[in-house]
């Protein structure tokens, strides 16, 4: 059967940590690994992307392989061809999909007649294939993983969700603040909880205030997400972080965003790399575990 990843909570906390080390091998030499050589992958984007899609794009060339970039509209499934038979179709031709859609129940349907690896590309819920480059992106900055406080300020929705759910499990401690009415959802908090490992954790406030204290990097988000028609950090830390888009002025002031302390565009940078060690890790040949 094949192996996803839809949230994060697939990977144990070795193979986490064993991704980002690898992520970091693989920046240091973009021609390390053929791992994809003469395989294609199935990019799918129901919603825009800049960074997912040249960053996945450009990671599975890089690899050896071939993407096959897929935009809403461009298949069969804009009129009405079911996620079932799409999935056992691109099943036969390609060794993973990658899928950015709007509802998580969407993935999770497709994935389940994949006969190859489905990777979250970002559905409404979850962006694990960012939080494995924020990962990489604080482990680059700090050494260490473990012990790290991260306060993400903004939407408590995917990127924030995925943040606690793989942060947690890399050894973070998660803090996460929001407007009440915006807060994560609540059983995604209690898996990234019971999934937290090497000293990890996850703490849920409406008080950005305390909750940037002692923070060695502070994070946030758009404050309205794709998909959401209608609808800050400000405490001085060790480092900003930032999915992207952003909008200056807005959630992040251009001089945080653009500053000394920002680590956004290695941040952006390395979803490359992450997502090159993922999919070596679903479709390629299996590797050694990182050595003790
Ligand atoms: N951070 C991120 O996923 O960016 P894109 O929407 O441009 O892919
Ligand atoms: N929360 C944002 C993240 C964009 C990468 C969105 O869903 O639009």
Not at 262 to 288: C, F, I, M, T, Y
Request: one cysteine or more.
């Amino acid at each position: 059967m094949a192996r996803h990843f839809l949230t994060g909570e697939e990977l144990t906390s070795d193979e986490l940590l064993d991704l980002v080390d690898r992520a970091i091998q693989l920046k240091a030499d973009r021609a390390l690994s053929r791992a994809l050589e003469g395989r294609s992958v199935a990019l799918v984007f129901e919603r825009p992307s800049t960074r997912t899609r040249v960053s996945f794009e450009v990671g599975v060339r890089e690899l050896g392989g071939h993407p096959v970039v897929l935009r809403e509209g461009e298949t069969q499934l804009s009129r009405g061809e079911s996620l079932r038979d799409f999935a056992l179709v691109l099943s036969r031709f390609v060794a993973a999909i990658g899928v950015r859609t709007g509802p998580h129940a969407t993935l999770v349907e497709l994935a389940e007649h994949s006969e190859v690896p489905v990777v979250n590309m970002l559905t409404e819920d979850h962006h694990p294939c960012q939080a494995l480059a924020d990962l990489m992106t604080l482990r680059e900055r700090f050494g260490e993983l473990s012990g790290l406080r991260v306060t993400y300020v903004g939407d408590g929705n995917n990127v924030a969700h995925s943040l606690m759910v793989l942060g947690a499990k890399a050894g973070l401690e998660v803090v996460v603040a929001t407007p009440p009415e915006l807060g994560p959802d609540r059983q995604i908090a209690e898996i990234a909880t019971a999934s937290a490992a090497n000293g990890g954790g996850v703490k849920l406030t409406n008080d950005p205030e305390a909750a940037a204290t002692d923070a060695h990097a502070l994070y946030t988000d758009v404050w309205v997400s794709m998909g959401e028609d209608d609808a800050a950090g400000s405490r001085r830390a060790a480092l900003a972080l930032h999915c992207l888009p952003a909008h200056p002025g807005e959630e992040i002031s251009g001089d945080v965003l653009y500053g000394d302390r920002s680590a956004v565009w290695d941040q952006a940078e390395n979803r490359l790399h992450a997502q090159k060690a993922l999919l070596e890790l679903l479709v390629g040949p299996p590797r050694l575990r990182r050595a003790a």
